[in-house]
């Protein structure tokens, strides 16, 4: 479940909707939900009024990684405390240069990948320490773009091999110390799969670069809209989870998607072995946060 600001008045009555949301879940049978919300800093806060009090540039112009640690435990404990137990963030792009949608928003660390990568770890780390989940977006990297991908079509981004390998390092840095998950983005990238395929429905980029490459096993999910893919959102849906996508984000309703997975399983576009990964995947995060 993705909650925004709309969602939440107060303390109190945010308690009263996730407490609701994870009855509901008990009484179906199911193991608790991870409820996410985008707690970045700066312009992406959907608690304005709690942590992060710094955005992602004031916490690296410190120079100091521990004040980015106590902003993600700050982060996290206020999450917790509300019943929210997933981050969708840190924001973990390196832009390739000042017109970059990603840092005219001030959403990025910084423009040099190694701050970048040490800052969204500590980060990271801290929301971890406090029982919730970070979410590093958004793979491989959007700093060469320069419009948003939330408002546009199929974005195919050709960043240089350079650029390339620098967007990877918050990722590398990240990921061996146990990141819990990786959002994918909605954009292309030929030089990864020539089909210019956007990353969340690439099994190129997913297997053989965020699993393969960088040996991630933590749980991966979709940017939002799909839509953004160039496909419909239930096409786009069914492609996401082909390609090893491991939760499909919906911003809004999605009618058939679930009846359009259950028919690509019985057809075998959607494999059980890659299907089964992704739910171990997912109970196994459940599992580290005390929901399953």
Known sequence: MILFQSNLA??????????????????????KLLIAVDQEGGEVKRIPSG?????????????NVGVAAGQ????????RNRGINMDLAPVSDVPTFRGAFIWRQGRAFSLHADKTARFATAFALGVQA?????????????????????????????????????????YERMIPRGLDAVMLTVA????????????ALSRPIIQNV??????????????????????????????AASAGSDILLFT??????????????RSGRL?????????????ALKRKLGLA
């Open 10 to 31: 107060s303390r109190r009555q945010t308690l009263a909707l996730t407490g609701s949301l994870q009855r509901a879940a008990r009484e179906g049978g199911n193991p």
């Open 51 to 63: 942590p992060p009090t710094l955005s992602p540039p004031q916490m690296a112009a410190t120079n």
């Open 72 to 79: 993600g435990r700050a982060t996290g404990r206020l999450l």
């Open 130 to 170: 406090r029982g919730v989940a970070a979410t590093a977006k958004h793979f491989p990297g959007l700093g060469s773009a320069s419009t948003d991908t939330d408002y546009t079509k199929l974005q195919e981004l050709t960043p240089s091999a350079a650029q390339r390998a620098a967007a990877l390092k918050p």
């Open 188 to 199: 292309g990238f030929p030089a990864y799969d020539h089909t210019g395929t956007a990353a």
């Open 210 to 239: 965020l699993r393969g490459r960088l040996s991630f096993r933590g749980v991966t999910i979709t940017d939002a809209p799909l839509s953004s893919t160039g496909h419909d959102e239930r096409t786009a849906g069914v492609l």
């Open 252 to 265: 809004d309703s999605a009618p058939g998607e679930l009846t359009a997975l259950k028919a690509a399983l």
């Open 271 to 283: 494999s059980r072995a890659d299907a089964a990964s992704s739910y171990r995947r997912i109970l």
